[in-house]
């Protein structure tokens, strides 16, 4: 995203440039005219003549000789000395760093999608620093964002300052000088690193703030998709089971008093579709909240899950007694474990799984680690794994798995407790 502006025109007719130049030569006569009275008085004053026994200066050979040779070896540094000064003089003059800090501050905070405040933010910058170009690259949601505004000057130094929050690099701002022979003056650049560490709070922000509505809609699309699943369950298999039992019940009162013997048969039939969908409906239940739970306890409930035949020794470490937790706590950190257990028994070849919970003030740590074969360390997970991020920002908590290969897995889930 590339756009123009005004500051485009040549700097021949640039109105600050002629200022700069008119200036930076008057100040280099002054000096040379400066250096050469210095000089003659230094070599004459000291030996005591009159000024009526001055000789003309066309005379005085060696003072023109002295005065050329110190002009030649400081002309060059005090004139880049005088050029910087000189643009930092023309070039700031006209700006007011605080309001330029307070405008873009203005912006960022108001910035809601960084894709439409920034464009006005770089343009804010190069039009107020008198700049031909300005622009900013970053990372919002896992895409390369580029925004520019002008274009940079043939053979100009093009400037980058990183934009960051604690230690965490989010993008730069790239601004250039404003020709290959005026670079950024101190002044400028001073501002373009308090704008850049302004950008990088912002832009954290921002990140932070779309990466919650994201989760926020992909917890609404799982729940949804929950309610969807369990409605299709009751519709399709519970709710044709119990209009079954009850055509059968009615055809039995009939047929008790017809042929007892079949109305028998007819009962046995009956007995196990109704044992069928009494197990449907513990399904169910067990999808809403495990009834090991309610009836063991967390900590029992997690040592009594069910796993396929192996040789894995399963340990679990938890403080006695068990405080209580909130129910969405429970099923949480139910759940977790049991896909974290799952995982060890189909991946890791693991001969033994340890599960630790430690709950403290304000949050609860889970931990389930194993000595199996690991992952390697780029590891990424697959729908288990999703599962078990999904499930601990459900309640606001953190989730990181430490996978090395041949040095086994260790999951660890951190979920916020309420204040008692």
Request: glycine fraction near 4%.
């Amino acid at each position: 995203m590339r756009r123009k502006g005004l500051i485009d025109k040549p700097s021949f007719l640039n109105p600050n440039s002629l200022i700069s130049a008119g200036l930076l030569g008057f100040l280099l006569i002054a000096y040379i005219a400066a250096v050469y009275v210095f000089v003659v008085a230094l070599g004459t004053l000291p030996f005591g003549e009159r000024p009526d026994d001055w000789r003309p200066l066309d005379q005085q050979w060696y003072l023109n000789l002295f005065a050329f040779i110190l002009l030649a070896l400081t002309i060059v540094p005090v004139s880049r000395w005088l050029y910087q000064r000189v643009n930092d003089l023309v070039y700031a003059q006209h700006d007011n760093p605080y309001a330029l800090a307070a405008a873009i501050n203005q912006q960022l905070q108001a910035m809601s999608n960084p894709r439409l405040t920034l464009p006005l933010v770089v343009e804010t910058i190069a039009t107020t620093l008198h700049l031909p170009y300005a622009g900013v690259e970053f990372q919002y949601l896992d895409t390369a964002e580029q925004i520019s505004f002008g274009t940079p000057p043939e053979h100009a130094q093009t400037r980058q300052f990183m934009i960051a929050y604690l230690e965490q690099r989010l993008g730069v701002l790239l601004v250039s000088d404003r020709a290959s022979s005026r670079p950024l003056t101190e002044s400028d650049t001073i501002v373009l690193k308090d704008i850049a560490q302004q950008m990088g709070t912002a832009l954290y922000v921002a990140q932070l703030t779309a990466e919650l509505q994201s989760s926020r809609e992909r917890l609404i699309v799982s729940r949804e998709e929950e309610r969807r699943r369990i409605r299709n369950d009751l519709h399709d298999g519970l709710a044709p089971s119990l209009s079954s039992f009850q055509l059968q019940l009615s055809a039995l009162r009939i047929l008790m008093e017809q042929n007892p013997a079949e109305a028998h048969k007819m009962i046995e039939e009956l007995s196990g579709d109704m044992r069928e969908a009494t197990g449907e409906i513990r399904r169910l239940v067990y999808d809403l909240r495990p009834p090991m739970l309610d009836d063991l306890g967390l900590v029992a409930a997690i040592k009594h899950i069910k796993l396929p035949p192996s040789s894995l020794r399963l340990e679990v470490t938890a403080p006695d007694p068990m405080p209580p937790l909130p129910a969405a706590t429970e099923v949480a950190v139910y759940r977790i474990a049991s896909e974290a257990i799952h995982n060890v028994v189909k991946h890791a070849q693991a001969t033994c799984c340890t599960v630790t919970i430690d709950v403290q003030e304000m949050a609860l740590i889970l931990s389930v680690c194993d000595d199996g074969q690991g992952q390697a360390a780029d590891y990424a997970g697959g729908i288990g794994v999703q599962s078990m991020q999904e499930r601990a920002a459900e309640l606001g908590g953190t989730f990181a798995i430490q996978a090395y290969k041949d040095d086994g897995t260790c999951v660890e889930v951190r979920l916020p407790l309420e204040a008692a």
